[in-house]
């Protein structure tokens, strides 16, 4: 067990659709990473968020946005859904800024239909 | 560019040495990272390396990292069967917060 919890583990909607994947990171971790993975795209970094504030962004969709809140927890909104967006969402947290040490979630399966 | 290639499977027997191989193609890369995957769960960060080190040992895990060939290897001595799993190689590069993840390779450990 890393620490940190993602809520929903599985989440199954249409096409269209509008859905919130929740992360909390482990106890004093002040950064938090989301990543896709897909069978055809693997795994790839999303959006990071440190202390409340975005720090990075990889390859997000302009149809997905993310936030983290006073308490560290994050959400990340995934809008319009399309078949394509059917993956595994990981949740990361860190101590720092940095990349080093970066612990995951279990994952939320989410299944665009 | 941000490239993190491995192969996608090796097979060993229960007891053997397993040697799963990465390479990159940033130069800059900051820390080497090896995960495991279990199936239905998160990654697991197993070990890490700096890329200024060429060598890493934690227990049963080796790290080997050859920068000159961009080259990155995790051992895992005296394989078991619960080592089966995806094994995933990643780099994160300079003051970037991302990891760069390859494909991953999958380990499958024979009695």
């Known amino acids: 067990d890393s620490g940190v919890t993602q809520t929903p583990k599985h989440l199954i909607t249409a096409t269209g659709q509008r859905v919130t994947l929740r992360c909390s990171p482990r106890s004093g971790d002040l950064s938090v990473y989301w990543y896709q993975q897909s069978l055809d795209q693997g795994l790839q970094f999303l959006i990071q968020?440190?202390?409340?504030?975005?720090?990075a962004k990889g390859n997000i969709l302009e149809r997905f946005s993310a936030q983290q809140f006073p308490d560290l927890h994050s959400e990340l909104n995934l809008s319009s859904l399309e078949l394509g967006d059917s993956a595994l969402y990981f949740c990361?947290?860190?101590?720092?800024?940095?990349?080093?040490?970066?612990?995951f979630g279990p994952g939320t399966r989410l299944t665009v239909l | 560019g941000e490239d993190v290639e491995q192969s996608l499977f090796l097979s060993v027997r229960e007891g053997d040495s397993s040697v799963i191989n990465c390479t990159y193609t940033?130069?800059?890369?900051?820390?080497l990272y090896w995960y495991k995957q279990e199936p239905g769960a998160g990654l697991q960060l197993l070990t890490y390396?700096?890329?200024?080190?060429d060598m890493k040992q934690d227990q049963r895990l080796t790290v080997l990292l050859n920068k000159k060939d961009k080259h990155l290897s995790l051992r895992i001595a005296d394989t078991q069967t619960g080592d089966s799993a995806i094994y995933f190689c990643?780099?994160?590069?300079?003051?970037?917060?991302?990891?760069?993840f390859g494909s991953g390779t999958r380990l499958l450990v024979r009695p």
């Open positions: 968020y440190y202390n409340g504030e975005e720090r």
């Open positions: 940033d130069s800059s890369s900051t820390y």
């Open positions: 990643a780099e994160s590069i300079g003051s970037s917060y991302k990891l760069i």
């Open positions: 990361a947290s860190s101590q720092g800024q940095g990349a080093n040490e970066q612990f």
């Open positions: 390396i700096f890329s200024n080190m």
